[in-house]
């Protein structure tokens, strides 16, 4: 089974603070998402990679930057957490370029409050 | 951008029963997937149909395709208290962005 795991369930952080989002897959996916959902909103794509050290912007990339390293390890950034940055933030990985709009694994998420 | 949108937005039924989550979309498709959440999770795949299929079966699951409708169907027979979630559908637009997009989801709740 494709398992996707994300560093931490439940972050609080505070405004200001540089925040790292770690995620990993072991199943030699090409493809890695970043999504955060919030109620009434639904899952919006903040940053997406093909490859190791390709990154695409999603829908909502400000205030994100993405680092891509390694082809299991997709790391999400937020240089300066702001209070409307608290969401749940959704990891995923797909298996290759290619067939990126074929199923997405997804990682059990990570629930972030900025104070 | 929104691509997919589920109806209704809450749906409570008993258990036994069966439960009927629609998704509408707006453009033409690739393919479509519905995905299961259940509370402060990760999503769950369920099913993919493509745009060629019109209906597929996996366990209790039933989806329909009507792409002349831009809509999709997911039945859920013989309810289970643990069928409790949210349910997405995903689809991926013509041409390939390379994005699936989520709509906002049902939320399924199955009553003892």
């Known amino acids: 089974d494709v398992k996707v795991t994300q560093s931490s369930r439940y972050l609080v952080k505070r405004t200001g603070e540089k925040v790292f989002l770690e995620c990993v897959q072991d199943?030699?996916?090409?493809?890695m998402f970043w999504y955060r959902q919030d109620p009434g909103l639904g899952l919006r794509l903040i940053y997406f990679?093909?490859?190791?050290?390709?990154?695409e912007k999603g829908d909502i990339p400000e205030g994100y930057s993405v680092s891509r390293e390694k082809k299991e390890r997709f790391s999400l950034i937020l240089e300066s957490a702001s209070t409307n940055q608290t969401s749940m933030y959704l990891c995923?990985?797909?298996?290759?370029?290619?067939?990126?709009?074929?199923?997405?694994?997804f990682g059990p998420g990570t629930r972030l409050t900025v104070l | 951008s929104q691509q997919g949108e589920e109806d209704p937005q809450a749906l409570s039924i008993q258990e036994g029963e069966n439960a009927t989550m629609n998704c509408s979309y707006k453009?033409?498709?690739?393919?479509l997937q519905w995905y299961r959440q259940n509370s402060g999770r990760g999503l769950v795949h369920l099913i993919l149909?493509?745009?060629?299929?019109r209906e597929k079966h996996s366990g209790r699951l039933r989806v329909t395709l009507d792409t002349s409708k831009k809509s999709s169907s997911l039945l859920i027979t013989a309810s289970r208290a643990a069928d409790t979630a949210s349910y997405f559908c995903?689809?991926?637009?013509?041409?390939?962005?390379?994005?699936?997009?989520f709509g906002k989801g049902t939320r399924l709740h199955i009553l003892p």
């Open positions: 149909i493509r745009s060629n299929e």
């Open positions: 453009t033409s498709i690739n393919n």
């Open positions: 995923a990985s797909s298996p290759a370029r290619g067939s990126l709009g074929d199923t997405q694994y």
């Open positions: 990679s093909y490859d190791v050290k390709m990154k």
């Open positions: 199943m030699d996916h090409e493809n």
């Open positions: 995903a689809t991926v637009p013509i041409p390939r962005d390379d994005k699936i997009i």
